[in-house]
């Protein structure tokens, strides 16, 4: 599907999974929205408890599953504090869609544009840029979710509107991320 290949391909992450043990190596890679996001569902279907989800201020999150750890570092076009007034808005257009969004190739110069009820249409070039700074993710269906990092950013833009303080934002994160996160069916 080449409409969706953009979202595939670039990594939006430095996922690093390593053991509580510091004599056991860890492993670094680099991974896409897409695959952060589908990492995080299963673990928090396993347990969706807030304390197995760390984050930071800045944007890294850490999932945590006995002494073993997974933290994802956002790449530096990943980071929250770029995400826009206008990006933002349209971030809460697909968390809040009644009809789940999915991509349609418009045959315009910028890319397919996210689609879902009549209410929910981003243009093409809007997508593009969500898609390129890792905010949204497809899920295995097709349809366009909210990734990862569209979580953490879209919490953040709303701790800092809000005047909360930076020291609460860390546990704002990872609430955000368990509540938007966890999928409805406990099968994963």
Avoid at 46 to 57: G, H, I, L, T
Wanted: charged fraction near 20%; glycine fraction near 6%; aromatic fraction near 6%.
């Amino acid at each position: 599907m080449p409409a969706t290949s953009w979202f595939l391909g670039r990594p939006s992450y430095t996922r690093y999974a390593y053991s509580t043990d510091p004599n056991v190596p860890g492993d670094l890679t680099r991974v896409t929205a897409s695959q952060a996001t589908a990492e995080t569902r299963p673990h928090l279907a396993a347990d969706s408890r807030p304390r197995r989800v760390e984050a930071q201020a800045y944007g890294a999150v850490t999932l945590c599953d006995g002494d073993r750890r997974v933290r994802f570092d956002p790449c530096p076009d990943t980071m929250p504090k770029y995400l826009t007034a206008k990006q933002a808005a349209d971030l809460l257009l697909v968390a809040a869609a009644e009809v789940p969004p999915r991509l349609v190739d418009v045959g315009s110069g910028y890319g397919p544009q996210v689609q879902g009820s009549t209410l929910v249409r981003i243009a093409p070039a809007a997508t593009n840029r969500l898609a390129r700074h890792g905010y949204l993710a497809l899920a295995d269906d097709g349809q366009v979710v909210l990734s990862l990092a569209g979580v953490v950013a879209l919490e953040w833009h709303h701790c800092k509107a809000a005047n909360v303080a930076p020291a609460a934002w860390a546990y704002a994160i990872a609430e955000a991320v368990v509540d938007t996160l966890t999928p409805d069916d406990p099968q994963g």
